[in-house]
């Protein structure tokens, strides 16, 4: 008789998770999106004590920074549940594709921020975009750990001892800052100077990239912070036809080739606001003209210098 108890109690925890309706990760009441664009969505998520998710489905890989010291159990569909001890600051890769419930088995707050990488699917096989060595670097007060690199982004852990500075360096690409500890730091940003940045524990910020700069902790506590770093890739190249006036002003436009629609658009009104009166090496600019205009998934765009 108690066997058969104690197998029946074993049983309906199974029988029901397995009755538990799916639910798409943006429904699920502790999944909340902070941030969505052509690289990253990101949830900040948060699930009380002794409490749990409901059953939820993660369509594309994606990676966590975990904050605060965790216990939890991940209750994948049709799988024995696993239980993790997670430290503050500790990220990693999970493949998506899977439906899974989290339970949070500590008497504090379960914190992450989950970073889903949405276009997994094109670039899990393709080659990496990053070098194989090099990433990791020690330098006085300081240090920069790549943790992995997966579907075309480099996930770093960076550490700062208070008045610290993270040498020159430059981001070609956009990259994503997770807040792990509280952060006061400037950026002395090439051509521009100085730039305040001040973050709490679990904010993110959006940084798009073609700058070069030094990172200082200005505050008081050690500075702890992941990036998550996305290359530059090229979109396309849009050839601009112009006939220019006597006066060098652009009169009308042409596309000789093409992108898509909008880009063919911006390139054109890019040409014509370009100032073509001005002589070039002495000699003023006649037309008709033809001017290529590249355009990179970060947003940014390179016209010939005149």
Same mark, same amino acid.
């Given at each position: ?9 074993? *049983?309906?925890? %199974?029988?029901?998770?397995?009755? =538990?309706?799916?639910?798409? @990760?943006?429904? /699920? #009441? ?113 240090? *920069?750990?790549? %943790?992995?690199?997966?579907?075309? =982004?480099?996930?770093?852990? @960076?550490?700062? /001892? #208070? ?144």
């Amino acid at each position: 008789m108690k066997r058969a108890l104690v197998a029946a109690l074993l *049983i309906l925890p %199974l029988a029901a998770f397995a009755a =538990a309706p799916e639910v798409e @990760i943006t429904s /699920e #009441p502790s999944h909340h999106l902070a941030l969505e664009n052509e690289h990253v969505r990101v949830f900040q998520v948060e699930v009380a004590p002794n409490a749990e998710t409901l059953l939820h489905r993660h369509r594309h890989d994606y990676l966590f920074v975990t904050l605060g010291d965790s216990h939890v159990a991940n209750e994948v569909a049709d799988k024995p549940p696993v239980e993790l001890k997670l430290a503050d600051g500790e990220t990693r890769f999970t493949p998506g594709n899977f439906a899974h419930v989290a339970r949070n088995l500590s008497d504090r707050l379960f914190h992450n921020v989950t970073i889903e990488l949405i276009q997994d699917d094109k670039l899990r096989t393709a080659p990496s975009p990053w070098p194989m060595e090099g990433g990791d670097k020690e330098f006085p007060g300081g240090r *920069i750990k790549v %943790l992995f690199i997966r579907d075309g =982004a480099r996930v770093s852990a @960076i550490d700062l /001892e #208070p008045g610290a500075t993270v040498p020159s360096h430059r981001h070609d690409g956009p990259h994503l800052l997770v807040a792990v500890s509280d952060l006061d730091l400037r950026s002395d940003v090439d051509g521009m100077g100085p730039m305040p940045g001040k973050f709490k524990s679990g904010d993110v910020k959006w940084l798009p990239g073609g700058y070069t700069h030094t990172l200082t902790n200005v505050g008081k506590n050690p500075a702890k912070f992941v990036t998550v770093e996305f290359p530059v890739t090229l979109v396309g190249t849009v050839v601009i036809r112009a006939e220019l006036d006597k006066n060098g002003h652009v009169v009308k436009t042409w596309v000789v080739k093409g992108v898509r629609p909008d880009l063919d658009q911006k390139a054109a009104d890019v040409v014509k606001q370009q100032d073509w009166t001005q002589p070039v090496a002495g000699k003023r600019v006649r037309g008709p003209i033809q001017v290529e205009v590249t355009f990179y998934d970060d947003g940014t765009m390179k016209i010939p210098s005149r």
